[in-house]
């Protein structure tokens, strides 16, 4: 539980950046940038693996990038479904809110720990050289 709230938390942010950022997107009341967002998380965990499936092949041909479409698709979607409330005026502004968002997420998510990515850095002692103090390694080698 304690996850879910600090995901909703992080996309809450960075939604509310791209608000301020993006000239397109509007909102009324504070609690409607909350309902949007957690609207935009429930669209991502459920709809979006399924457009990521449909969308596999235009996925693979632009290494990826066509996922900022598939991420601006949900949020203009998010927009007129909450219209009133929560807007977003054309499917570029959703394009520019969505790439500021999957930026602002990806930071904040580094930076509190609460994205699925892990690094680690590890400090320890070199690599043992050869019996003769050479840099030669002796392991297996192909030669083609």
Known sequence: MRKFIQSWLVNTLAVLVAVYIVP???YQKPLDLVAAS???GILNAV???VLIVLAL???VFSLGLFLLFINALLLYFVGNLLQPHFAVDSF?????GALVISFVSLVLNILTG?????FRIRR???PPRG???SDRDDGPVIDI
């Open 24 to 26: 397109g997107i509007h």
């Open 92 to 96: 570029w502004h959703a394009f520019w």
């Open 124 to 126: 320890g002692p070199p």
């Open 57 to 59: 092949p235009l996925l």
């Open 38 to 40: 957690l609207v935009l």
């Open 47 to 49: 709809l979006r693996p």
């Open 114 to 118: 609460a994205g699925q990515a892990r």
């Open 131 to 133: 019996p003769r103090g």
